[in-house]
């Protein structure tokens, strides 16, 4: 499996964009790349993810480093209900997911 | 609803008493998996399902725990003996096909608490 780096923690501003990094040096060619948050007393839920390109969609915007080494979460304007742990998990076929310890991310109003 | 339902919510159970959790994936999901966290842990990896196969059991903790799945829809997660250890948060999820590029989808999960 894959081993993950990201930070404990990280602060933002409300309405202000956040990068949260991931370290993914040990990934495989095939592994894709997820995020998953989880909200306080909540199951996990799904981001974003991806494989070599930048990849967009409603929630947030995820840029893949080209040795596929990084990766960062962008959330483009923070919100109070963002305030999550944020996971960035490798996966392949069939497999688990493999769940670091996470981000924290708090944001100030 | 059309999310992936567990059951119970909360379980509080004596030491030693067995317990057996269940989790309803989505209709049509064959892979199926189960995961727990206990309090100010990370989420730690049990046992995956593609369909009634269990290909991916390396998770189990011990073999006081089992699991089976039926018609490739309901799972159900059974502790032996518990322990005070085995309080967590037991999830489950879902994903179409267990594909790399597949989103899993999460239920609720169920608290369990060994008196």
């Known amino acids: 499996d894959a081993k993950t780096t990201q930070p404990n923690s990280m602060e933002s501003n409300e309405e202000e964009p956040v990068h949260l990094p991931c370290n993914h040096s040990?990934?495989?060619?095939?592994?894709?790349i997820h995020w998953y948050r989880q909200l306080p007393s909540q199951g996990p839920e799904y981001v974003i993810h991806g494989l070599t390109s930048n990849v967009n969609n409603r929630m947030a915007s995820l840029a893949i480093a080209e040795d596929r080494k990084s990766s960062t979460l962008i959330l483009h304007r923070a919100t109070l209900r963002d305030a999550a742990v944020y996971y960035c998990v490798p996966m392949e076929y069939g497999n688990k997911l493999v769940f670091g310890a996470g981000t924290i991310l708090r944001v100030k109003s | 609803g059309a999310g992936v339902s567990q059951s119970p919510s909360n379980k509080v159970t004596e030491k030693g008493k067995d317990v057996e959790l269940r989790c309803d994936p989505i209709s049509g999901h064959t892979a199926l998996y189960w995961y727990r966290q206990s309090l100010g842990q990370g989420l730690e990896f049990l046992i995956y399902f593609q369909g009634n196969s269990a290909p991916d059991k390396s998770g189990l903790p011990s073999d006081r725990f089992s699991a089976e799945r039926t018609g490739g829809s309901v799972s159900t997660l059974t502790i032996q003996r518990t322990q005070q250890e085995d309080s967590a948060v037991y999830l489950c999820a879902s994903s179409l096909s267990g594909g790399a590029r597949e989103t899993q989808y999460f239920g609720p999960g169920t608290r369990l608490l060994v008196l």
């Open positions: 040990t990934i495989s060619g095939t592994d894709y």
